[in-house]
Every structure is written in structure tokens, then in C-alpha cells.
């Protein structure tokens, strides 16, 4: 049962009642075998596919909702067994919180969760640019070398789908985004200042993006004709942890026929007080503007979540 967040406190305890009502289903109709299934629930947080897609949830509250439910629902009574699947598609934290919640769970028999986090994030605002710009602060090199706009099913595209084989989200998660046209006369910018931190917690920040011109002109390339991620995130405000941080290019993958190469973003900081600063621009610097000049990249998925150390 590969539960992905969900954009609501309602749309959540409806996926969670929707997974008792099955199990209850299967109950009535072939007593007793409950007792003989093992839930594998999905563990899928990070690219090329994952279920780890609203960037103002948090994916380890919304994993240790789902516990919660087997470890305190009747008619999960007795289960036979639990699992989460798959690790190769998870990032080390969230392997690292799995064993936690086995632990909390499954071996210390508890029943309360394991988190003291809320399901939603109040860190930013309009992460996937699902707003326009509202939120952000914007400082174009030149007019119109800024803009929103969106792509069909390109949260799809990232990865962020229902699971394997599904349809596209009819929320149409991810499919938004903010697109920066490099120049010569200096670097575009967005901006947005980082509420609700617990100074000394750590974060982790996540972020897409990829070269427009690839999403909308597909043209068959290796990673190593695929043109990265030009620019630079700064966070301000904040201790950065360096090793833990880093960007990877991916391939999209199962669509569209023609792959995009985009690249995730992820950094860890600790938090010196209760905000902070991000800053994501197209020059490498601000005396370093690389090349490719005209180039358009797109930019969404701006999740800050508490991260488990």
C-alpha cells in the first residue's frame, strides 16, 4: 500500500481510512487473514519516483501516521507484519527513520507516535510556484528573464507520482514552476525568508530543477551532453552542513519517451535562529556568470523539513 502525501488534513485521513476499509474488506470476506498478510508500505523519497511529492508535508510524520494507524486500528489487530519498500529508492535519512519507527513500533510495542513534528510545513510559501510568484521575492537581470509557468504532468516528470504504473495526479502536483532566462547583464534571483525554525534543529532543503528547453524540445542525450544545474542556492542565516549535501542529476523515468535530465537538490543546515535566508540565482556567483547565455531554467519543489539526525 504506497500511501503518497496527500494536500490536505482531510485528503490524509481518508488515504488512512481508505487502507483500514481494504484491510476490513479483505477481513469480512476471508476471516482470519489479517493474521497471515504483511504490509509493505512505500518508502520511495527521493528521484527518479517517489511519494514524497507535496513539498508542504512532511514525508517522516506522514510515514509515522501510517504506522500509527497498524500499530492502534482493531482491525489491524494482529497483523503479520510490516515492511517498507524499497531503500534503493530512499534517501539515507529516511532509511536511517525507518529503523526508528521498527523499533518504536514493532519491537517496543508503543503506541503513540514517534514524531512531535505537524503533518503540514510552515517554513515557505508556495514551494511549487503553484501561486505565480506570490511569496517570493524576485529580482530580474532584465525584463521578462523571470516568470512562472507550467508543463503537463512535469511532477510526473520529476517522479512525483501515486506509484508505478499509476495514472497522473489529478492535482496536478509539481506540473508549476518558476523559469530564469540567463544574462549577460547579471543574475536573476528568487528569494524567500525561512519562518518557524527551531534554532540548533537540523534541516534538510530540497529542490528541481532542469533545463526548459529539454522539457519542451526533447532531444535525446547522455548525462554527459545534458547541460546541469547553472547557478547557485545560498541559505543564509544557517550552518550548512557541506557533507551532507549535494546535487545529482537524474534521468526521468517512465516518462516521457524522450528522458529530461534533472537535477535534485539537497542540503542540510542547522538552524541559528528562528529564520533564515534562501537564495537560489543563475550566476555561479556574483562576479562568475558561467556561460550559455539564453539558457531558461526551471525551479520547484522548495521543501525545508526537519531533518532526523
Not at 33 to 59: C, E, H, R, T, W
Not at 73 to 89: C, D, Q
Not at 223 to 232: D, K, L, M, V, Y
Amino acid at each position: 500500500r504506497y500511501l503518497h502525501e496527500m494536500s490536505s488534513e482531510r485528503g490524509s485521513k481518508d488515504a488512512l481510512q481508505t487502507l483500514v476499509t481494504g484491510l476490513a474488506d479483505w477481513e469480512a470476506k476471508e476471516p482470519r487473514v489479517v493474521k497471515q498478510m504483511v504490509i509493505a508500505f512505500g518508502l520511495f523519497s527521493m528521484p527518479p519516483g517517489g511519494l514524497n511529492k507535496q513539498p508542504n508535508v512532511d514525508y517522516h510524520v506522514w510515514m509515522d501516521q501510517q504506522m500509527n494507524v497498524v500499530a492502534n486500528h482493531p482491525v489491524l489487530s494482529g497483523i503479520a507484519g510490516l515492511e517498507w519498500w524499497t531503500s534503493a529508492l530512499a534517501d539515507e535519512e529516511t532509511v536511517r527513520f525507518v529503523g526508528k519507527l521498527y523499533r518504536h513500533y514493532a519491537i517496543e510495542g508503543k503506541t503513540n507516535m514517534l514524531t512531535n513534528d505537524p503533518l503540514f510545513l510552515a517554513h515557505i510559501h508556495n514551494a511549487d510556484f503553484e501561486k505565480g510568484t506570490k511569496g517570493w521575492t524576485l529580482h530580474p537581470a532584465e525584463k521578462g528573464s523571470i516568470a512562472a509557468k507550467s508543463f503537463p504532468r512535469y511532477g510526473r516528470i520529476e517522479g512525483r507520482y501515486m506509484g508505478l504504473g499509476r495514472p497522473a495526479d489529478p492535482e496536478h502536483i509539481g506540473d508549476t514552476f518558476l523559469v530564469m532566462k540567463r544574462s549577460e547583464k547579471g543574475p536573476n534571483t528568487f528569494s524567500q525568508t525561512i519562518k518557524n525554525l527551531k534554532p540548533g534543529r537540523l534541516y534538510s532543503m530540497k529542490m528541481f530543477s532542469c533545463d526548459y528547453n529539454d522539457l519542451v524540445n526533447p532531444k535525446p542525450k547522455k548525462r554527459e551532453e545534458a547541460t546541469g544545474f547553472i547557478g547557485s542556492v545560498v541559505l543564509e542565516g544557517v550552518d550548512v552542513d557541506k557533507k551532507r549535501s549535494f546535487t545529482e542529476m537524474y534521468s526521468s523515468s517512465p516518462e516521457p519517451k524522450i528522458p529530461v535530465w534533472i537535477t535534485y537538490h539537497w542540503k542540510v543546515f542547522r538552524a541559528e535562529g528562528t529564520t533564515a535566508k534562501l537564495t537560489v540565482s543563475d550566476w555561479l556567483g556574483a562576479r562568475e556568470p558561467g556561460d550559455t547565455f539564453g539558457q531558461e531554467q526551471t525551479f520547484n519543489f522548495l521543501e525545508i523539513e526537519p531533518y532526523h539526525e
